[in-house]
């Protein structure tokens, strides 16, 4: 094979493809590879075109031995940082580098990371006051019951803090690994509604919210999964309490099915709206990350792990539905979640055919 023959042939694959000639220079590449390496880099020797040396000292040796090599080749592509994996083969014309980009794959490990850490150091935070308390009931409260008393309370505060943070990571995964399994049971929206505001009565006793309830649906139901949809409805209201406007109003709306454009489809909105401080624009965009708080210490003190929102979208995306987030600071939030209308048991096996 010529030079000229493994160019056109490496124009046919998508991955940068280097071929180094017996001479040590660079003898062909395709379009990906020049993006990479640059194409004045044809005809040079590779160690100026590498200039890598974990990957210079493999392609050594695979020259010399005729053995296949791997190596790391770190990039930078119209400012993005690149991370590739190279084979490195031997081949009658002399050796030839296949680079498969691993960015994706880095990145996610990269977030596995920092969620491991987040989640390390909210178990750390009442696992250190735990720990101090018992110390001090072994210790100076020994034999002062009041005192107990006040470090029992607080300790079964902060063990509530752990099992919360436990049970919205349990949820969190359980949703993520339901993922790609569209739900497709008819929910009545107005029911999980009751049921959610029944469980909730405490909480909001406790903010002083009154409620104020505009369900125009007439019963009609969406396509969901009942626990999701209440766990969904749950968070939202529960956030508008926490957040809210104390002693203030709640508006609760679920409107009509009509066409959603966001979903190409007819769709129901469920609307949560509080009148509190609402929330800064360039928070919004990441409400839903896991553990975002636009104020920790607020979101700690009201018993908070910073996954309900991140929960929420997870079981949003799920529904293949939308969740839009407005505020105007001062005014308070608007949480809208439009789900599809459930139409029906033939009309839903004809949309998901
Ligand atoms: N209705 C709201 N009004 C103002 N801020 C809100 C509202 N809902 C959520 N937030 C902000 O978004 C953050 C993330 O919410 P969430 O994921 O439910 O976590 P958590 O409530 O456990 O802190 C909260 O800490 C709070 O700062
Ligand atoms: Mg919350």
Do not use: W
Not at 224 to 249: C, F, M, S, W
């Amino acid at each position: 094979m010529t030079p000229e023959l493994a160019s056109s042939l490496f124009e046919t694959i998508p991955m940068p493809i280097i071929l180094i000639g017996a001479d040590q220079t660079i003898v062909a590449m395709n379009q990906p590879a020049e993006r990479l390496v640059g194409g004045h880099m044809r005809g040079r020797h590779y160690i100026t075109a590498l200039r890598q040396p974990n990957l210079l000292d493999k392609i050594e040796r695979t020259i010399e031995t005729g053995e296949a090599q791997h190596a790391r080749y770190l990039g930078r592509e119209a400012e993005r940082e690149t991370i590739y994996q190279v084979q490195i083969s031997s081949c009658p014309l002399g050796a030839v580098l296949a680079f498969t980009d691993k960015t994706a794959d880095e990145d996610i490990g990269q977030i596995r990371r920092d969620f491991v850490a987040n989640v390390s150091h909210e178990l750390r935070t009442p696992l250190t006051a735990l720990s101090g308390f018992i110390e001090t009931l072994r210790g100076p409260a020994k034999s002062d019951p009041i005192a107990q008393d006040r470090f029992l309370t607080i300790m079964d505060h902060e063990a509530g803090r752990m099992t919360r943070l436990v049970d919205d990571l349990l949820s969190l995964s359980r949703v993520e690994a339901e993922g790609r399994v569209r739900p497709k049971e008819p929910v009545v929206l107005s029911n999980v509604l009751s049921e959610t505001i029944s469980n909730l009565e405490p909480l909001l006793d406790q903010a002083g919210a009154t409620l104020d309830i505009n369900d125009q649906s007439n019963g009609a139901a969406v396509v969901g999964d009942t626990n999701q949809l209440r766990q969904v409805v749950n968070n939202l209201i529960e956030n508008a309490a926490k957040y809210g406007k104390r002693d203030g109003t709640i508006h609760i709306t679920i409107t009509p099915p009509t066409h959603e454009p966001q979903l190409r489809a007819d769709g129901i909105r469920l609307v949560v709206r509080d009148e509190g401080q609402g929330i800064a624009p360039h928070h919004l965009a990441r409400l839903t990350e896991r553990f975002y708080r636009v104020d920790s210490h607020r979101s700690r003190e009201v018993g908070g792990t910073g996954l309900g929102l991140a929960i929420v979208k997870h079981i949003i995306n799920r529904h293949r539905s939308r969740l839009q987030i407005d505020s105007v600071e001062g005014e308070g939030a608007v949480f809208s979640v439009i789900l599809p209308v459930f139409a029906g048991k033939d009309a839903l096996k004809d949309s998901l055919s």
